[in-house]
């Protein structure tokens, strides 16, 4: 269906463009909060991304799914501004057998209750305070695996990574969030 519409906006349809831009506010709206953690960065993240996706229309290839071109659009985004906004970290983690945390369960969903949000909040603040440390190489890769419930290929296809990077950083990104972590849950 995005497939279809793309093709029509191309052609100049605003209809079709609006349609778009319906569908994909919110998921690219989360995502960019998720990465960025400050709403109006988010917000001009998703307007900077549509700017770009209508601009750019006739490079989107057809063969590959539309969501992957637009999500790849956002988080490089995202990952620009991330890299302009703070220094670089470099982490020496060393790999090692442990498997991450059990937090990873209590991230939130968008499918929020009052009751469980009250369960879940201090923990998960906790979290995302944690995941906001993260060098941005990891933070991109952890956002989209845990936070947007990407396969490893759907993140390989938006970073234009090879499937093995992304999970050698998966990998290290849960073991720097596990040691930030471990004395605080």
Avoid at 48 to 60: G, I, M, N, P, S
Avoid at 139 to 154: C, G, I, N, T
């Amino acid at each position: 269906m995005e497939t279809r519409l793309a093709r029509l906006a191309r052609k100049g349809d605003q209809r079709a463009f609006a349609e778009i831009v319906d569908l994909y506010k919110d998921k690219l709206f989360h995502l960019a909060y998720r990465m960025m953690n400050n709403r109006q960065e988010a917000e001009d993240v998703v307007q900077e991304c549509f700017l770009r996706v209508y601009k750019h229309l006739d490079r989107y290839d057809e063969n590959q799914k539309f969501s992957t071109w637009i999500y790849r659009i956002a988080t490089n985004l995202c990952i620009d501004r991330l890299r302009k906004r703070r220094p670089i970290y470099s982490l020496d983690a060393e790999s090692s057998d442990h498997e991450g945390l059990d937090g990873y369960a209590m991230m939130p969903s968008d499918d929020r209750t009052p009751e469980s949000e009250l369960l879940l909040s201090e923990t998960q603040q906790t979290i995302h305070e944690a995941i906001e440390t993260l060098p941005v190489k990891y933070k991109s890769v952890m956002v989209l695996r845990y936070l947007q419930d990407m396969s490893l290929q759907e993140i390989s296809d938006v970073l234009d990574m090879p499937v093995t990077t992304v999970k050698t950083r998966v990998h290290r990104g849960r073991e720097f969030l596990r040691k930030k972590l471990e004395h605080k849950l």
